[in-house]
C-alpha cells in the first residue's frame, strides 16, 4: 500500500513538474559556468554595491586602458614632435625671410587701432593662455622633460602650483574668449578682399602688398578657428575636467581630456605663429596691442582699406558731415 | 620574493561587508574614502555573485604610467604604492585605474581634488615603518609586521585572500578542481596580465624596502 501511495505521489509531482515547467533549456536553470558573471563584469555597467559614491558599481571600466594608450602614446609623441616642427618652421621663416619691415619711413601721425577695453581683454586672454599653456605643457611633456633635470621633490611642487594655476585660471581664459569674441567679431566677417589675401598668402612669402580691413584673412582664421572653435572646445572639454564633483563619469572624463590635450596642443601651435607675428615677425605690430596707437604708414601697408575707411571718417567728422560708410565710394 | 597579490573568489563571498569594515577600521581611511567595496552582480536573482575589489597591485600599472609627477613605485614584493607628499591631485590614475581604485577626498572650493587615496595593501606608504606621519597619510602597516591585509585575513568564508600570488594562485586551484566550477580567477588578466607573475617596471625608490 504505502508503496503504491509513494508511486502515485511521485507520479503526480513528476505530472506537476512537467505541467509548471517548460522542457528545460540552458536558461532556465542557474548555469554550471560563470558566462553571465564574467559578461557582467566586464560589460561596465554599474551593479549593485552599498558604498555610495560615482561609479562604485563598477567592477571594470576598460576605456581606462584606451586613455592611457592615447595619451601615452600618440598625444605625448605626435604632439611633441608637432610643437618641434612648428618652432623649427618659424625659426627657418624668420632666418629666410627675417621681420617684415615698414616700407615707407614712418609718418609720426598716429592711428587708434586698439581700444583700452580691447587690450584688456587681449591681455587677459593672452596672460591667462600663457600660464595655462606652460602649466598645461609641464603636465604633459614635464615627466619625461623637466623632472629629470630638477627632481621629484622640486617638479611636485612645481606641478601642485600648475595645476591650480591651470584649474583657477582656466575660467578666466574662457571668461576673456566670450568677451574677446562680441568685441572683435564685427571685424572679423569675411569681405571679398579675403579672397585676395587667401590667393597670395597674404603676400608674406612674395613680400607683395595685399590690401585688408581692420583685420586681414590671417587674423580672421585666427579668431575663427584659433579663439572660436579650438579655445572653446578646449574650455568646454576643461570644464569637464575641473569641476569633477558634477557626478560625471570616468568615461566622459577620459574623452575631455583627450580631446583637451589634442585641442590644446594645436592652439598652442597657432599661438606661437600668432605670436610671432605679433612681435619680432613684424615691424611696428606689438605697438597695436601695447599702446593702441598704430603709425599711419604701417596702417597703409597692413591695412589699407581700414586705413582708407578711417581716414575718410576723420575728413567726414571735421568737415561735419555723417561718417562714411564702411564700403569705399566707387570714386576712390 | 613574493608577489604580492589579492584574489577574490566569487563562489565564496557572501557580501557580508566585513572586508569593507576592517579595511576603513585598520586604516582610518579619510571621509567618503572606500578603500575596498563589494558588489553584487545579479543581485536577488538566482546566480548571485559578490566580488570584493579594491586597488589589484598591477604589474603593469596604469596608474602609475599616466601619473604626471611619477609619484608611484612598486615594492619589492609588488605592491604599488604612492607618495602622497608628491601627488598634486589631478586625477590622472583615477581615468587610467580599470578597478575604480584610486579616490580624492574633496577638499572643498569647486571639489578640488585632495590627495589621491586607495588600498595600500596594509603596507603602509614611504615614509618610516610604524611613524606616525605613515599611519596618518596611508593607514596601517601589516605587512612589515609579517602580517597579511586585514581585509583577506578578517574574511568570514575566506573568499578574499591576499598574500604570495603563488600560493593564493594554488589555494584557489584546489577549491576549483574540488567543487569542479568557478575556476575563474576573477580581475587577475586585467591585474597581473597573462604572465601575471611579476612587475615590469620594478623600480623601488629610496627608503622603501
Redesign the interface.
Known sequence: MKRILFLAALFASANAIAAEAPPASAQDQPPHNNVKLWQDVRSGQPQFTTVRGVETGVLIQSRGETWRELRNGPVTLYGGILLCVVLAAIAIFYKLRGAVKLKAPLTGRKMARFSYFERSVHWSMAGSFVILALSGLNMLFGKHLLLPLVGHEVFSWLAVLCKNLHNFVGPLFLFSIVVAFFLFVKDNIWRASDLHWIRTAGGLLSGSHVPAWRFNFGEKFWFWIGLVFVGLTISISGFVLDFANFAQGRSIMQTANIIHAVFALMFICMSLGHIYIGTIGMEGALDAMRTGYVDETWAREHHELWFEEQQRKTAARESGTAPASGEPAAQS | MARMKFLCD?ERCISC?GC?TACKNENEVPW?I?RR???????GV??E?S?S?ACMHCSDA?CM???????FYHTDEGVVLH?K???????YC???????AP?YP?MGT????GKMDKCTFCAGGPEPDHSEEEFKKYGGNRLADGKLPLCAEMCSTKALLAGDGDIVAEIFRGRALNRG??A?L??WG?AYGKEGVKPKSDKAKEGTS
Open positions: 566569487s561587508n569593507v567618503g572606500n567595496r563589494v558588489v553584487t552582480l545579479s543581485d538566482p546566480g555573485k566580488i575589489v596604469p604610467a599616466v601619473c604626471p609627477v611619477d609619484c607618495d607628499d608628491m601627488c598634486i591631485g589631478c586625477g583615477f581615468y587610467a585605474c580599470p578597478f575604480g579616490q574633496q569647486f571639489g578640488v581634488r566550477k568557478g575563474d576573477w580581475g586585467t
